[in-house]
């Protein structure tokens, strides 16, 4: 198997443009549907809810004394399981409709949604839905992937009606990870393997400031619709699994490592399975922390008249 264009670009030490990362997350998720929820799906957080659960907890319960049916559109639904977790809930949101650019995401997402909830292809900025059409909008781990974040918001915010409820799970940025962790480890053997397969360092990975918590509640105040800012709170889970189907689950969908060629990822999965087995409980599972959090603004109502 030859090396991909975006393993070429890291040999030749090219600048890494935003539509760079666009091109790879596109890739990944032709080649792997469905790769979202096989990673996600299993993890589960203090209260034993899994990040899907808890961003449909999160906007039904806004919506629960609503009196007619509401309307949540997910918005990058990949495989349609938020936007399932949803309509699944007790309250309020019966109607639903997905939106993602991956054509071969939409197909998995029929396959979980069924015929009845209408799949639309497109992204955020450039929404193909009418304004004021939902009641809900959600995203599961979607918005770190948006090249142009304000503008994807605001989209976004145009799709609600007023008093909507935005919530999105988000990737937290990273942390630095304390010593002899399975994050730490993990850190190390992916550096180790890039420096020696590439001779240079990691790529930077566009995930910036705005994620962090007052960083996400500051950039909702600046889009119209939410001015009234937003709630960040921790939506972290954790994973408990073999070293090997850790790996096989969760390491090996990283879209940085999709990229790699099959012989380098059989090289990086001998390293991490190796070191992860150092860290390994007599079960001999190992355990992941995904440190998530979770966004919910509101639809500003419209400034009441004199």
């Given at each position: 198997?030859?090396?991909?264009?975006?393993?070429r670009?890291?040999?030749?030490?090219?600048?890494?443009?935003?539509?760079?990362?666009?091109?790879?997350?596109?890739?990944?998720?032709?080649?792997?549907?469905?790769?979202?929820?096989?990673?996600?799906?299993?993890?589960?957080?203090?209260?034993?809810?899994?990040?899907?659960?808890t961003?449909?907890?999160?906007?039904?319960?806004?919506v629960?004394?609503t009196?007619?049916?509401?309307v949540?559109?997910?918005?990058?639904?990949?495989?349609?399981?938020a936007?399932?977790?949803?309509?699944?809930?007790?309250?309020?949101?019966?109607?639903?409709?997905?939106?993602?650019?991956s054509?071969?995401?939409?197909?998995?997402?029929?396959r979980?949604?069924?015929?009845?909830?209408?799949?639309?292809?497109?992204?955020?900025?450039?929404?193909?839905?009418?304004?004021?059409?939902?009641?809900?909008?959600?995203?599961?781990?979607?918005?770190?992937?948006?090249?142009?974040?304000?503008?994807?918001?605001?989209?976004?915010?145009?799709?609600?009606?007023?008093?909507?409820?935005?919530?999105?799970?988000?990737?937290?940025?990273?942390?630095?990870?304390?010593?002899?962790?399975?994050?730490?480890?993990?850190?190390?053997?992916?550096?180790?393997?890039?420096?020696?397969?590439?001779?240079?360092?990691?790529?930077?990975?566009?995930?910036?400031?705005?994620?962090?918590?007052?960083?996400?509640?500051?950039?909702?105040?600046?889009?119209s619709?939410?001015?009234?800012?937003?709630?960040?709170?921790?939506?972290?889970?954790?994973?408990?699994?073999?070293?090997?189907?850790?790996?096989?689950?969760?390491?090996?969908?990283?879209?940085?490592?999709?990229?790699?060629?099959?012989?380098?990822?059989?090289?990086?999965?001998?390293?991490?399975?190796?070191?992860?087995?150092?860290?390994?409980?007599?079960?001999?599972?190992?355990?992941?922390?995904?440190?998530?959090?979770?966004?919910?603004a509101?639809?500003a109502?419209?400034?009441?008249?004199?």
């Open positions: 198997m030859s090396e991909s264009w975006f393993v670009k890291v040999r030749e030490g090219s600048t890494l443009l935003p539509q760079d990362w666009d091109r790879l997350v596109d890739a990944h998720h032709t080649r792997s549907p469905g790769g979202t929820f096989s990673a996600f799906a299993p993890a589960r957080g203090p209260a034993g809810l899994s990040s899907y659960e961003l449909a907890r999160a906007v039904t319960q806004t629960e004394h009196s007619a049916p509401g949540v559109v997910d918005v990058a639904c990949g495989d349609g399981a936007l399932a977790a949803v309509l699944r809930g007790p309250h309020g949101l019966r109607s639903g409709v997905g939106v993602d650019r054509s071969a995401e939409l197909v998995g997402a029929r979980r949604l069924g015929q009845d909830v209408p799949l639309v292809q497109g992204e955020a900025g450039r929404i193909p839905l009418s304004t004021a059409c939902a009641d809900a909008v959600v995203c599961h781990l979607g918005l770190m992937l948006f090249t142009d974040l304000p503008r994807a918001l605001a989209d976004i915010g145009r799709l609600l009606r007023p008093g909507g409820t935005f919530a999105a799970i988000v990737e937290a940025p990273p942390t630095v990870p304390v010593a002899d962790s399975l994050e730490y480890a993990w850190g190390k053997v992916l550096n180790d393997f890039w420096n020696s397969e590439f001779d240079s360092d990691l790529p930077d990975l566009p995930l910036d400031g705005r994620f962090e918590p007052a960083g996400l509640a500051e950039l909702c105040r600046s889009v619709a939410f001015s009234a800012g937003a709630t960040v709170t921790d939506a972290s889970v954790s994973l408990s699994l073999s070293p090997e189907d850790l790996w096989d689950r969760f390491f090996s969908g990283i879209y940085l490592i999709s990229a790699l060629t099959e012989r380098q990822k059989r090289r990086l999965r001998a390293m991490a399975v190796t070191s992860f087995r150092c860290h390994a409980a007599p079960d001999h599972t190992v355990s992941l922390h995904i440190h998530l959090n979770l966004l919910v509101r639809r109502q419209p400034q009441a008249m004199d």
